[in-house]
């Protein structure tokens, strides 16, 4: 490790708001790179300043007392810091932090994806108008450089589908359920040990931080921001054992997903993150543990599909260092990021559920009686939903039967009417449980 400068060469100092794992990781490895910056930049590039709930704290990282401070602000003020990374989470005193980074002419770098998803459309602009940068690249997908490769590797492209796996905690755990057997409530207690999961649970669980990186993918995309109160968003917290295993009964594994479809025809868009049935030979089936994987169908490239690390202190740190290089070389004039493009929602609009097609995986748990399964399909021909498969395990005396159905090609719309009709269906003894099937191949 070096921590020595060389004094003829143009020193950028970074300041880093929040030391948790992605903050220590950007600041480790900022140092062990020390003798790269200059070699690729023509600068040093020198980790000074971090902001931290406690100071007494025992840090593995090499950084000295005076370097540390409890009060963030203080950090953005000083003059002798250049750039800003924002690594704090949280939304309001994140915000502001930025929007006084950007007043002092201070470019930042974040990591921040409930920020970008809320607020993005602001600080986009806020950040144009004071001419500084601000890289989000760590916002989605960890380590995966899924923002730079939208923005600029694949610029040429139209994107009727993108979709893939954007919470490594909730990947982990049905990775775990699937391979092990183990309960939902056992792997989210490992997880929790190992410090994947959120301090607020919900987040991961119930598909809410999927859905904040799904809404930045979409807008990179597509240049418009899907509210959030838009989105479908569903989490993992129904999906049994059993359904794992009637899902490879099926060829198909159970993953959440974020689901990003544009209809370029009428102009409509829609944003998701659900469980989805995806079969087994597509990649993002395969992407496994806390492991991300995104896989974007564009209109000149075809199929491209990233997978890696998406969550943690290293790989997140990789994109952080990413964005702090890209803004020194707006900074220094080498070169500047394209502009973001912002679509007005007269001009992109959601789409309506009977508009988005797909087939349904149901398991219902039902009295096990003549006429039972008459009566669910009867429920669903209502609809127009057609049945592809129907399944019954055994069940043992006294309980219900778990019944387990596929659909053929329907939509939304019609499943939803369906679903909440079977809720009153005498002999369905429990909340229906639905899934989405979904395949990538056959997607209009
Ligand atoms: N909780 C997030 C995840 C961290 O599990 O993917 C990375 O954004």
């Known amino acids: 490790m070096s921590t020595q400068t060389n004094s003829s060469l143009k020193k950028i100092r970074v300041g880093i708001l929040g030391f948790g794992t992605v903050g220590q990781g950007t600041w480790k490895h900022l140092q062990e790179n020390a003798h790269f910056w200059p070699k690729i930049l023509g600068v040093e590039l020198i980790p000074s300043r971090a902001s931290v709930r406690s100071l007494d704290k025992e840090r593995p990282v090499e950084i000295s007392k005076d370097q540390l401070t409890t009060d963030s602000a203080s950090i953005v003020d000083d003059p002798n810091i250049d750039l800003v990374c924002e690594l704090m989470g949280g939304v309001e005193e994140a915000k502001l932090l930025t929007l006084r980074a950007f007043a002092q002419g201070k ?25 500084v940068g601000y890289g989000f690249e760590a916002s989605v997908a960890g380590g995966i450089p899924i923002i730079k490769v939208l923005r600029e590797s694949l610029v040429s492209n139209e994107f009727p589908l993108i979709y893939g796996i954007l919470n490594g905690t909730s990947n982990y755990i049905l990775t775990r359920m699937e391979k092990e057997g183990a309960s939902f409530e056992e792997v989210l207690g490992d997880a929790r040990q190992l410090g994947y999961v959120e301090a607020d649970e919900a987040l991961d669980l119930d598909g809410v931080d999927a859905a904040h990186k799904a809404v930045i993918l979409a807008y990179l995309a597509h240049g418009i921001w899907v509210n959030l109160s838009e989105v479908t968003v569903e989490g993992i917290r129904r999906i049994s054992n059993e359904d794992l295993q009637a899902a490879e009964n099926l060829s198909c594994r159970i993953k959440l997903i974020g689901v990003i479809r544009r209809n370029f025809t009428n102009d409509h868009v829609a944003v998701a993150v659900h469980p989805a049935l995806i079969p087994i030979e597509e990649t993002i089936a395969r992407t496994d543990g806390v492991h991300n994987g995104v896989c974007l169908n564009g209109s000149v490239v075809g199929t491209v599909v990233l997978t890696g690390r998406g969550a943690g202190q290293d790989p997140t740190a990789s994109s952080v260092i990413s964005d702090l290089v890209d803004v020194v070389k707006g900074v220094n004039g080498i070169s500047s990021l394209p502009k973001l493009v912002h679509v007005s929602p007269e001009q992109c609009q959601p789409a309506t559920p009977d508009e988005i097609e797909g087939r349904f995986y149901l398991r219902l748990a039902v009295d096990d009686r003549p006429g039972q399964l008459a009566k669910v399909a009867e429920c669903l021909a209502d609809r127009g939903i057609s049945l592809a498969t129907v399944s019954q395990t055994p069940h043992e005396k006294d309980k219900p039967a778990s019944l387990i159905l596929t659909t053929h090609q329907t939509n939304e719309h019609s499943i939803a009417q369906a679903l909440a009709q079977l809720k009153e269906l005498p002999g369905v003894v429990d909340d229906p449980v639905l899934f989405r099937m979904f395949d990538p191949n056959g997607m209009s």
Request: overall charge negative; proline content about 0%.
């Open 107 to 131: 470019s930042v770098v974040t990591a921040n994806k409930a920020l970008i998803c809320e607020h993005g459309e602001e600080l986009f602009r806020a950040a144009e108008e004071a001419g």
